[in-house]
């Protein structure tokens, strides 16, 4: 099955409003949390992580929960502009034989419209 | 300047074909990594290596092989191609454990077409 999981494959906001992504996991041993955005023909790169000894992370206008007794985490975006419109994937891992090996969700497609 | 280089963007291959994808990373990383992206499965994890001339399998292993002959390349292996194995397929590299050492460092992507 699949252990990281986006369930809303696409969602759109209103330029200036608040994007919330979401990612359910199964597997309670991961540690580490991260979103990777990705724009069409393009390679995903990270946008924020964090680890589970920390519930939320604040990076300008991106902020990240994490609720691990619900096996849940979730990306807000403030202030959503036309250029946030791209790919959203979560990805979560924890620490196995020296590295973090990632498993990703299907990915949610936000579109921000002006 | 692209720190991870994938070769080539593009191919097509004829079904039971060997096909050779081909990655190079100048991060002086010591993990990397070969995904898979389709529609509906994000990416998926087929191989990976955290040293060279050693690889481990990832999540959806079979009908692949890969190969490290030294730190900085990474090759992935379709011995007999087939139609399910048409997809778009990312190397990546990572430092390794702890804080900003495991952020992935993906590629271009190769975009494998089989018919």
């Known amino acids: 099955g699949q252990q990281v999981k986006q369930s809303s494959p696409s969602l759109t906001v209103q330029e200036g409003g608040i994007s919330i992504l979401n990612c359910d996991y199964e597997n309670d041993m991961f540690d580490y949390f991260a979103w990777y955005k990705k724009y069409p023909d393009n390679s995903p790169t990270l946008l924020i992580s964090?680890?589970?000894?920390?519930d939320k992370r604040e990076d300008g206008r991106l902020t990240v929960f994490l609720n691990k007794s619900g096996k849940h985490f979730s990306l807000h975006i403030t202030a959503s502009q036309p250029e946030d419109t791209a790919v959203y994937l979560c990805a979560a891992g924890m620490n196995q034989g020296g590295s973090a090996k990632l498993i990703f969700g299907e990915g949610t497609k936000l579109t921000v419209s002006s | 300047e692209a720190a991870v280089t994938q070769s080539p963007r593009s191919k097509v291959a004829v079904t039971g074909g060997k096909v050779t994808l081909s990655c190079h990373q100048t991060n002086n990383h010591d993990y990397m990594y070969w995904y898979r992206q389709d529609t509906g499965h994000g990416l998926r994890l087929i191989h990976y290596s955290y040293v060279a001339d050693s690889t481990e399998k990832g999540d959806i292993p079979d009908g692949y092989k890969a190969s490290r002959p030294s730190q900085e390349n990474f090759s992935l292996i379709l011995e007999l191609a087939s139609l399910s194995q048409t997809a778009v397929y990312f190397c990546?590299?990572?430092?390794?454990?702890?804080?900003?050492?495991?952020?992935?460092?993906f590629g271009s992507g190769t975009r494998l077409t089989v018919l």
């Open positions: 990546a590299s990572s430092l390794g454990t702890g804080g900003s050492a495991e952020t992935l460092y």
């Open positions: 964090v680890r589970s000894n920390v």
